[in-house]
C-alpha cells in the first residue's frame, strides 16, 4: 500500500498504460482519478478500481482542452481537497515521414502529447506548491530520446515532454513536488495498432529480453516514482525498454 490516500490523477487511463497504472494505483491504496477522452472507458476504468477496493472517480477529460482541465482539478479539489500525483499518460501517434507529414498531424500529436501535459502540471501546480508536496510523471518514450523513423510529431512532444521535467524539477523542487519521466519501450497496448507486425518483429529482435513490454511493467515504475520510496528521485528520466537502446 505505498500510495495509501494518495490522489492520484492519470490521464489517458481509459486503456494501455494509463488503465494499468489506474489499477496498480488502486491496489497500492491510492484515491485515483481517472480522466479520459472516452466516457465508457472511464466508467469502466473507475469501477476496475474499485472493484480492487480504491476510492475511484471518473472525468471525461481532453487534455488539449484548458477548460476540461480545469474542470477535471477543480472537482477533485472539491472532492478530495489535494492533489498529490499527476501521471500525464495520455498520448497519441500520427505517423508520417518529414515530407508526407501534414500539418494536422504535426499539430493534433503536439496538442496531446506536449501541450496536454503542459495543461495538466499548469493546472496542478499551484495545488502541490501549496501543500509543499506532489509529484508529477511524464510520459516521454525512447523516441524522445533517440527519435524514431516517421515520427517527427511524435518525437518533438516526447523531446519536449523531457524539457519539461527538467524545467519543472527545477522550478517546483525547492518547494517539495518532484517531477519525473518514463521512457517506455514497446509496450503491447492498442497504440501500437498502426505498426506493420513486420516493424514489430523487427524492434523485438534489437530487444536483449526479446519481447515488448506489457503496461503492467510500465505501472509499476509509475507507482515507484510516485511512492515515497522514490523520495530522492527528481527531474530524471527512467527507460524501461527491455534494454533496447543498450
Ligand atoms: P493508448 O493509445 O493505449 O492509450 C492512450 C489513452 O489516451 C487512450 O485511452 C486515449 O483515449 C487517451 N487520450 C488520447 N487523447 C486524449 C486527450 N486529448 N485527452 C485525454 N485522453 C486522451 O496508449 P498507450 O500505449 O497506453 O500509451 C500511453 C502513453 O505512453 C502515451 O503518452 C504514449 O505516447 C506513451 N508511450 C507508449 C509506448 C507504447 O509502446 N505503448 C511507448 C512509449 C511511450
Not at 146 to 164: C, D, E
Request: charged content about 20%.
Amino acid at each position: 500500500m505505498r500510495l495509501k490516500n494518495k490522489v492520484c490523477i492519470i490521464t489517458g487511463a481509459a486503456q494501455g498504460i494509463g488503465l494499468a497504472t489506474a489499477l496498480k494505483f488502486a491496489q497500492e491504496g491510492a484515491t485515483v482519478v481517472v480522466c479520459d477522452l472516452k466516457p465508457e472507458g472511464v466508467e469502466a476504468a473507475v469501477m476496475a478500481c474499485q472493484k480492487l477496493g480504491a476510492t475511484a472517480r471518473g472525468h471525461t477529460v481532453d487534455v488539449t482542452d484548458r477548460v476540461s482541465v480545469d474542470l477535471m482539478v477543480a472537482a477533485v479539489l472539491e472532492d478530495f481537497g489535494r492533489i498529490d500525483v499527476l501521471v500525464n499518460n495520455a498520448g497519441i501517434t500520427k505517423d508520417a515521414r518529414l515530407q508526407k507529414m501534414t500539418l494536422a498531424q504535426f499539430d493534433a500529436v503536439i496538442d496531446v502529447n506536449l501541450r496536454g501535459v503542459f495543461h495538466c502540471a499548469q493546472a496542478v501546480a499551484d495545488t502541490m506548491v501549496a501543500q509543499g508536496a506532489g509529484v508529477i510523471l511524464n510520459a516521454s518514450s525512447v523516441v524522445g530520446i533517440y527519435g524514431n523513423f516517421g515520427q517527427t510529431n511524435y518525437a518533438a512532444a516526447k523531446f519536449g515532454v523531457i524539457g519539461f521535467t527538467k524545467t519543472w524539477s527545477r522550478e517546483l523542487g525547492p518547494k517539495g513536488v518532484r517531477v519525473n519521466a518514463v521512457a517506455p519501450g514497446f509496450i503491447e497496448t492498442p497504440i501500437l495498432g498502426t505498426i506493420p507486425q513486420k516493424v514489430i518483429d523487427e524492434m523485438q529482435a534489437h530487444v536483449p529480453l526479446r519481447r515488448l513490454g506489457k503496461p503492467e511493467e510500465i505501472a509499476n515504475v509509475y507507482a515507484f516514482l510516485a511512492s515515497d520510496e522514490a523520495s530522492y528521485v527528481n527531474g530524471a528520466v527512467l527507460e524501461v525498454s527491455g534494454g533496447m537502446t543498450v
